[in-house]
Each structure stands twice: as structure tokens, then as C-alpha cells.
């Protein structure tokens, strides 16, 4: 089947948005299609090697690149932080205009728009008028106002975002068009969801954005050492982000009962880098927690297998790819209950505090760290329940089984499963960046 593919932001040396871009470019050519991938020339070095490299890979031979460029003016404005939302939008302009002489060629069978992946920043190729498949998209979500307090730069980070989803979801017609003509939406979390269906998408369906290489994945389950006798080890890892909320996991450590030993492993830097030593003072904890900066991708899987718990509770997120990485490898999770989290985190695979007022919310975090403390044999059974959940979630199982739910849910994607069990019983599809 020849598929188009939008995905503005695609790089395999990258992960984020950048690597599902990717990641959805090469499953959907090694199941068997033949796919055209409109792109940004910012990941082309790594892509144009890549391919290179694996160009014995018959699946090299199913791929086209199509890089689609803006002019120098809306280039510049990209380094800016909202200057990305009028990159994207020329862009999506351009890359339409792209396509319809792709499609005058080829003739596509099925459209497929995955980054960027929110909903908010739409896409023009409706105007195709061919089966259009959009997501898994985010985008409907908003940090509660409760615990505001714990997201430096309220105004900036939110106010603003919020303004501007609303002024796109309002104003610009390619928002509403996209979702109303689309054969099916796949929303990465119920928030979206909702939102995808007040704006008038006819087929709204839940779906897993996050995934991982199938040999990410241990053979079994590895289980810890014992907790007798020793402190519980927690782990943090993330962009230092404001919404990610680590002042609010602090202070809930703070307020852990003195007579629980625990450490907190804090990986990750960013914008708010500088604040994290005063958070730390501010509730008591230097000698309890360990900031370690940013660490390579390639020590996390040993941080995650050399800790009790993952503790990460993001004020705002589609789903945190950390989830799925710590379940995958047998660590059981500490969060909120809302957003990405809330759908795509079994209940026996940790706990999820519902999001209260802020005294409420950081107490409740803190008397699950001293259950936990108290309940050892729990981490091993949330650990084990994390790693048989995230198993389904391998990258060439993830697209596929995304896939031929689109082709269930909507007729007119029926060609995306065409010989999807033939390719997938022969292992096709197992080469990941």
C-alpha cells in the first residue's frame, strides 16, 4: 500500500517527537507499504546515514523522503519558543502543496499525519480527500490550577500555552477541518480525546504514543534486592522542565515520616536547572537526594533496574516515555492520576495519587512512599505487573497493533492492514533507531 506520512519532526539520533517521527517512518515501511515521508531537512544528516547504512535492509528500498522547507525568515523564528507554532504552520502549508503532486504521481491509499503530535498544530493534508489517520495526538491537556504553586513561570509556560491552543483551535479552520475529516483519530490520553471529539472529530479512539525497541526489553523480569534493613531508592528522570513538576515531588519528601529511609537519584538538566539546589534546601533534603545533572541515555537502564521506585509526577504530559522505559524494566511507578498517566499506567503496576489541593496532593505522595517502605513485597508485584503491561508496547507490535485498530475502526483504513500478520509472524519490522 502506498502511505504518506507527515512528520515534521524526524530524526533517529533523537528521541522525543523527533524519534517517534522516525520510528513510525521505518515500522510502517518494514510492515510491507511503501511510504512517502514528508519531513524538516533538520533531521536529514542522520536520516540520509542512516539509510545508508542499512541499505541492504529491504525496508530502505520502501522509503521516500520528501524534505520540505520554509522560507529563511520563518526559519529564524523557530529558535524562539512560540516562533516553532509559525514554523509549523508554514510548514504544514508547504508540505500540503508537496503533496499534491506526490498524490498526482503515486496515487496514495492512506495519509497518516503523526508530529508533531499535537492536536492544536492540525494538518493541511485533509485537503488530500484521502483516508486521513491522525495521531496518536496529544495536546488536550492543561496542568490543574490546584498546583500551580509547584510550576515555575505559571504565566509563561501555561497562560500563554493555553491562550494560543485555544486562539488555534478557535481561528485556524485547518484544527477542526483535520479532526472532521479524518477517518480516525488516535488520542494519546483521554483529555485529548474529549477534546478532539468537542471539535467535531467523528472517530475518536485511546491509543499508546510511547514505544520501545524490541530489545529494550529484558528476557524477565529482574527482581531487586531486598528492602530489610535498607534505604528505599527512588529515581527521577526527566528533562528539568517546569512542568514536570519536581518541586511538588520534593516537597512531598519532605514530608515523609523521619523514621522511613529513603534516597532520591534526581537525572535530567534543563531551563530550571538552577533552582534544583535551593528546592532541595528549601525542604530539608540535601542529605537525601542526589542531583546528578544530565547522565547519558545509555546509564538510565541502569538507574532504573538499580531503583525501588520511579517517582515522576508531571503537572502536564501526554505520557512520559520514562513510564513505559521503568515499567519495562520492572520498576514500579509513583505519580498523579491524571493525563497520559491516568490511561496508559495499570493500577497494579504502582500508584497514582488523584490531583487535590496542593496540601492534599503532597501528603498523599508522601504517605504512599511510607506504604511502600512498609510493604516491600508490593514493590516486587507492581514491579512484575509493570513489565508483563509494557511488554505489549515493543515498536513493531505498537504499529502494527495501532494499525490494524485503524483498519478496524475505519473501512476506509483497511489497506494499512493489508499482509500486516504475514509481515509480523516473519519478525519483519525489528530494526529500531
Not at 82 to 104: C, E, K, N, S, T
Not at 192 to 218: E, H, N, Q
Not at 257 to 280: S, T
Not at 346 to 356: L, Y
Request: with cysteine; charged share 20%; aromatic share 10%.
Amino acid at each position: 500500500m502506498k502511505l504518506l506520512l507527515s512528520a515534521y519532526a524526524c530524526d533517529p539520533n533523537r528521541g522525543s517527537e523527533e524519534g517517534s517521527g522516525f520510528s513510525w517512518l521505518w515500522q510502517s515501511a518494514a510492515l510491507g507499504h511503501e511510504v512517502w515521508c514528508l519531513t524538516t531537512p533538520r533531521g536529514r544528516p542522520s536520516l540520509e546515514k542512516l539509510l545508508a547504512d542499512r541499505a541492504a535492509d529491504p525496508t530502505v528500498g520502501r522509503i521516500h523522503l520528501a524534505f520540505v522547507t520554509v522560507p529563511r525568515a520563518v526559519e529564524f523564528l523557530y529558535r524562539w519558543q512560540f516562533g516553532v507554532y509559525l514554523h509549523y504552520i508554514v510548514w504544514q502549508y508547504r508540505a500540503w502543496r508537496v503533496a499534491r503532486r506526490l498524490d498526482a504521481q503515486v496515487n496514495f491509499g492512506v495519509v497518516h499525519h503523526v508530529t508533531y503530535n499535537s492536536l492544536q498544530m492540525a494538518s493541511w493534508l485533509w485537503r488530500l480527500k484521502k483516508p486521513l489517520l491522525l495521531g496518536p495526538l496529544g495536546g488536550g491537556m492543561t496542568a490543574p490550577t490546584s498546583l500551580r504553586q509547584y510550576l515555575p513561570d505559571w504565566f509563561k509556560t501555561e497562560t500563554l500555552r493555553n491562550a494560543i491552543s485555544s486562539l488555534l483551535t478557535t481561528f485556524d479552520p485547518n484544527v477542526r477541518q483535520s479532526l472532521r475529516h479524518a477517518a480516525l483519530v488516535l488520542a494519546a490520553n483521554s483529555d485529548t480525546a474529549a477534546l478532539a471529539r468537542r471539535l467535531g472529530a467523528p472517530r475518536v479512539a485511546l491509543a499508546m504514543s510511547a514505544a520501545l525497541p524490541a530489545s529494550y526489553f529484558p528476557a524477565a523480569y529482574a527482581p531487586r534486592s531486598p528492602l530489610a534493613g535498607r534505604e528505599l531508592r527512588i529515581l527521577w528522570l526527566a528533562r528539568l522542565f517546569p512542568r514536570k513538576g519536581l518541586p511538588l515531588v520534593l516537597e512531598a519528601l519532605g514530608k515523609v515520616d523521619a523514621r522511613v529511609k529513603f534516597h532520591l537519584d534526581i537525572m535530567g538538566d534543563g531551563p530550571v536547572g538552577p533552582l534544583v539546589p535551593g528546592w532541595i534546601a528549601a525542604n530539608g533534603l540535601q542529605d537525601r537526594v542526589t542531583w546528578h545533572g544530565s547522565v547519558p541515555y545509555e546509564a538510565t537502564r541502569a538507574a532504573y533496574l538499580g531503583h525501588d521506585v520511579f517517582m515522576l509526577c508531571s503537572l502536564r504530559d501526554t505520557y512520559a516515555n520514562q513510564y513505559l522505559e521503568a515499567m519495562a524494566l520492572g520498576l514500579p511507578i509513583l505519580t498523579l492520576d491524571h493525563h497520559g498517566a491516568a490511561d496508559f499506567i495499570p493500577a497494579e503496576a504502582g500508584i497514582k495519587v488523584p490531583v487535590q489541593s496542593a496540601a492534599a496532593t503532597t501528603a498523599a505522595l508522601a504517605r504512599a512512599v511510607e506504604h511502600l517502605y512498609d510493604h516491600p513485597a508490593e514493590l516486587e508485584q507492581m514491579g512484575r505487573a509493570g513489565f508483563a503491561y509494557a511488554a505489549q508496547f515493543a515498536l513493531p507490535k505498537l504499529v502494527a497493533s495501532l494499525y490494524q485498530q485503524a483498519a478496524d475502526a475505519a473501512p476506509e483504513l483497511a489497506p494499512l492492514s493489508k499482509g500486516l500478520h504475514e509481515r509480523t509472524s516473519e519478525g519483519v519490522g525489528q530494526a529500531t533507531s
